[in-house]
């Protein structure tokens, strides 16, 4: 406290540094006690230096170690970067995405968002079964009211869903008269570099890297590549807009 209050009045009255310190502390011991002429020059000047080689081993030392914590430190991180390189590779080789224990939550979530995507699919197709018998009875009526009249053809297809397109097991479309937007339901979250995604004029393929793609079919027209893109939405789902 004393020593440190005395630099920095020597500081603010002088602008001097350690120079000034250390001439003021030997000025004190020159005019306020017998350091000089009691143990004589010889004398004084050994007691300085001890001391003075004293402290510069304890500085060196603590150099020295603060120098060997860093390189710790250093090799520490370095070893941590190579292990998380490592493990990146071994995703990317696998095309697997190793999700820690606190993502449970995200993988229970989209199990849970495609259960109810299967159970709404299920009631679609359960109302277009009910219509069956609907297009049925409205061809007989036709054929009954006009015999001479081309057979209504009654569609064994689904019916559409609210974007003009189709509902599938793993993946849903919808359409207008120039586009076509395709929506791929993942199994879990995903990141972009463990997908495999290819647009081709007349193919598209959709899936994750290592299994078996989701959709890998050609297209019911040709798509201008350039004007075609993809995107992850909510982590879980691919969206492919052809």
Request: glycine share 8%.
């Amino acid at each position: 406290g004393i020593l440190l209050g005395l630099a920095r009045q020597i500081t603010a009255e002088s602008g001097g540094g350690v120079n000034d310190l250390i001439d003021t502390f030997f000025s004190f011991l020159r005019r306020k006690t017998d350091f000089f002429s009691g143990v004589g020059a010889h004398g004084a000047e050994k007691m300085v230096m001890d001391s003075f080689k004293k402290h510069q081993e304890m500085s060196a030392a603590t150099v020295e170690k603060a120098k060997a914590e860093q390189a710790k430190r250093d090799a520490e991180k370095k070893a941590r970067e190579a292990a998380k390189k490592r493990e990146a590779k071994k995703h990317v080789d696998t095309g697997v995405e190793v999700l820690d224990d606190s993502d449970d939550e995200e993988e229970t979530r989209v199990k849970a968002k495609r259960d109810k995507e299967r159970a709404e699919r299920e009631k679609k197709l359960a109302r277009d079964e009910a219509k069956r018998p609907e297009e049925i009875a409205e061809r007989e009526k036709k054929l009954k009211e006009n015999p001479e009249a081309s057979e209504p053809e009654v569609s064994n297809l689904a019916v559409p869903n609210s974007g003009n397109g189709g509902d599938h097991e793993t993946f849903s479309w919808t359409q207008t008269l120039s586009e076509c937007d395709v929506r791929v339901g993942l199994d879990k979250p995903y990141k972009g570099k463990f997908l495999n995604v290819a647009i081709k004029n007349k193919h598209l393929t959709v899936g994750v890297k290592g299994k078996d793609p989701i959709i890998d079919a050609d297209l019911h027209a040709t798509v201008k590549v350039d004007d075609s893109f993809w995107t992850i939405e909510d982590g879980d789902t691919v969206v492919v807009h052809l």
